[in-house]
């Protein structure tokens, strides 16, 4: 059965940024002096307002699931996917495709599920990969749609974060004659651009550079499963279907 395991370099990531970050605010002394409701206020909700501008609510809700998703899991080893492959086609020679239909039932994996419920039907070859390389291709543009989402939110929050600092220092410039008016000011000026840099380069962009390298690899992941599942309609040889797999890997 294939299965995906926990991706913790997503949680080690935030963590040590996120504790690197509160660790100097926190030497500092002074924790209250860096929040700012309005100015934080003005960041998030122009940063989200300008990207809903580009893109639909649905686009951004499938972004932020395509980052819990990616958060949650990664995918499983390619080597693994290949050997797992192999050993069905031997499986599959000796016994037959109905044996597919127990490991569909068993894999949480919807595209390998398809992919060897096709077999089992006995789709012909070629409505086999037109099927799956057509879902491939939707997936893939859905998912470089949520790492467009999000680099669009890297961009837009710094821009958004420089704005507050002029509406900070245009508050400031007009209250010289009043000394108590001039920190406040000087407050939301600053602060607008720590939060705009900090969203957009801790958590905007490395979310979309992880969901990147994610598609990437669901790319490559699929791609294998396409293939394999043609071979095991083919009953191709374990040994042909070994070393046409291994043909997609990097390097190779």
């Not at 960041?43 to 499938?62: I, P």
């Amino acid at each position: 059965m294939f299965r995906d395991e926990v991706d913790r370099s997503v949680l080690w990531g935030f963590g040590v940024s996120g504790l690197l970050v509160g660790g100097a605010i926190l030497l500092s002394g002074h924790l209250t002096r860096y929040f700012d409701i309005p100015g934080l206020l003005l960041v998030l909700g122009g940063t989200f307002g300008a990207t809903l501008a580009n893109y639909s609510m649905r686009e951004l809700g499938y972004a932020w699931k395509a980052f819990l998703k990616v958060a949650q899991h990664q995918p499983s080893d390619p080597i693994e996917r290949i050997d797992r492959l192999v050993r069905l086609s031997q499986t599959v020679r000796a016994q037959g495709v109905m044996v597919l239909e127990r490991e569909a039932e068993y894999t949480k994996d919807p595209f390998i599920r398809r992919s060897f419920e096709l077999v089992v039907d006995a789709t012909p070859v070629e409505d086999i990969r037109r099927i799956l390389e057509t879902e491939l291709r939707s997936s893939h543009e859905r998912s470089t749609r949520a790492v467009q989402v999000f680099e669009t939110l890297g961009t837009f929050a710094p821009a958004l974060g420089l704005i507050g600092t002029l509406v900070g220092l245009v508050q400031m410039l007009g209250a010289l004659n009043d000394p108590s008016t001039v920190g406040p000011a000087m407050g939301l000026a600053l602060l607008t651009t720590l939060y705009g840099a900090v969203l957009a380069n801790l958590f905007f962009l490395p979310v979309a550079g992880k969901l990147k390298l994610h598609n990437g690899e669901e790319w490559l992941l699929k791609s294998l499963s396409i293939e394999g599942a043609l071979s095991l309609a083919r009953l191709e040889n374990p040994l042909v279907m070994e070393q046409r797999l291994q043909s997609f890997l990097p390097g190779k």
